[in-house]
């Protein structure tokens, strides 16, 4: 795996060994002298890492994290601290300034390269969802980002078979508001991740009844738990084992004797970087939502409705495919005379008795102003035909009042086709011929169905 990684540093010396070592691996380096610097590269090259000193003058490390992490354009890049001193304060310091590690000098390269692979491997899913998120927003579609999320109301579950480390953890975690369940076992932390959407799972690397790679490895296989930030806590001589853990998807760790403030930190950071990725996949589901659906009845549009009917199509129907079209009637005198704000009443009206009448596989879209497009999967003529009587009377029994004390009928037309088995048809086709049978009922009359012959010749 190939990134680009900068080296923020005052020390030319350190600067090149971690160059030449990085450079080995074949990842791409740019280097910064001071936090300066370092802004300005961070924000014009996006790297996918940063590795940043903390002693440097003028600005240091504390300083520059900071000011990253304030920024939008870099926040989002993962920054590994590194520094002579190894006291737990400078780490917690470190980590709330927004730090993602800190490794202390001389740094273990081994250690490094792998708190490298699972960082970088992490921006690459997070800016897959940024792009997805930053085109919906350029569409209009997007939701604007929020403030950095308080941890408290998180559930978290520790994974431990002593029961001294687990509750110290569990207790660690409480202070932050976090909501901290313990699993001694692997049938416990199924049953449990199962049972319960977590924001961060907890694993202890000493565990003696179960393997806890193993564990580690089956939250990562789960479709329902790949994406739960994992935190290992391990002895300082696991460090085999920490490092087997990054390889199997673990997101950050933690060495024994616990301190608590870094476990807080550390806890508090994979928790907001989940709050963030699911922030990203709820507004793209959002943002797709208005790009298929109406906003005003909730129904499908055309685009979506296009491409439904060349899915049904090409998976063949040979129960039949049915497609219903149905306009409301005299539409625009309700426009003219009470205006756009009731007639968008009278169509949620309308939206609101389709919706409850038809069967949970059929689907409805809006087509256009006052129409609307039924189609029905596994349905013939025949049932096509009562069905579509069927809404049209439900319609017609509707009681709208568009002012107070006046009642106004309310009808529509309806036109069927119906694709013939075994004969190859197009989507826009046959939404032509449901078309032209309703524009036969209109001419007939109105508040009438219609059956598209067409088709069958």
Not at 22 to 38: K, P, S
Not at 58 to 78: N, Q, S, W, Y
Not at 431 to 443: E, H, S
Request: hydrophobic share 45%; with cysteine; net charge negative.
């Amino acid at each position: 795996m190939t990134a680009r990684i900068l080296i923020v540093d005052d020390v030319a010396a350190n600067v090149r060994l971690l160059e030449a070592r990085l450079a080995a691996e074949y990842y791409q380096v740019a280097t910064a002298q001071d936090g300066h610097d370092a802004l300005h590269l961070a924000r014009t090259w996006q790297p996918d890492l940063i590795l940043l000193d903390v002693m440097m003058p003028d600005m240091d490390g504390f300083e520059t994290c900071r000011a990253l992490k304030r920024d939008a354009v870099t926040r989002h890049i993962p920054v590994v601290m590194v520094t002579t001193l190894d006291q737990n304060e400078e780490r917690v310091r470190g980590l709330e300034a927004g730090a993602d590690d800190f490794l202390t000098k001389p740094v273990d390269f081994v250690t490094l390269l792998a708190r490298t692979r699972s960082l970088v491997r992490l921006k690459r899913l997070l800016d897959e969802w940024r792009v997805r998120g930053e085109t919906a927003h350029a569409l209009g579609l997007g939701v604007d980002t929020l403030a950095l999320p308080s941890v408290a109301g998180a559930r978290a579950l520790v994974v431990d078979d002593w029961d001294e480390s687990a509750a110290a953890v569990q207790d660690a975690l409480q202070q932050e508001g976090v909501l901290a369940g313990r699993a001694s076992c692997e049938a416990e932390m199924l049953a449990l991740t199962q049972a319960i959407q977590f924001d961060l799972v907890v694993i202890s690397l000493s565990m003696v009844a179960d393997d806890p790679l193993r564990l580690a490895s089956r939250l990562r296989a789960g479709e329902a738990t790949q994406a739960i930030p994992m935190l290992v806590i391990a002895e300082p001589e696991q460090r085999d084992l920490v490092l087997r853990g990054f390889d199997l998807g673990a997101n950050d760790w933690l060495l024994r004797p616990l301190d608590a403030l870094e476990l807080r930190a550390r806890a508090r950071n994979q928790i907001r970087r989940k709050f963030y990725q699911d922030r990203l996949r709820s507004d793209l589901g959002h943002a797709l939502e208005l790009a298929l659906t109406d906003p005003l009845t909730g129904f499908y549009n055309q685009r979506y409705l296009s491409r439904h009917l060349q899915s049904l199509l090409a998976a063949g129907q040979p129960n039949g495919l049915a497609v219903l079209m149905l306009d409301v009637d005299h539409f625009k005198t309700i426009n003219d005379q009470w205006g756009h704000q009731v007639g968008d009443a009278a169509l949620t009206l309308i939206a609101q008795t389709l919706r409850g009448r038809v069967r949970v596989f059929d689907s409805i879209a809006r087509y256009g102003g006052e129409e609307f497009v039924v189609v029905m999967p596994g349905t013939g003529e025949l049932d096509a035909l009562s069905a579509a009587e069927r809404l049209r009377g439900a319609i017609e029994e509707l009681r709208f009042v568009p002012e107070t004390g006046l009642s106004h009928h309310l009808t529509v037309s309806v036109g069927v086709a119906c694709c013939v088995p075994g004969v190859s048809i197009t989507p826009e086709r046959l939404i032509q011929a449901a078309d032209q049978a309703l524009y036969v009922a209109k001419r007939a009359g109105r508040n009438r169905v219609e059956v598209d012959q067409t088709l069958a010749v």
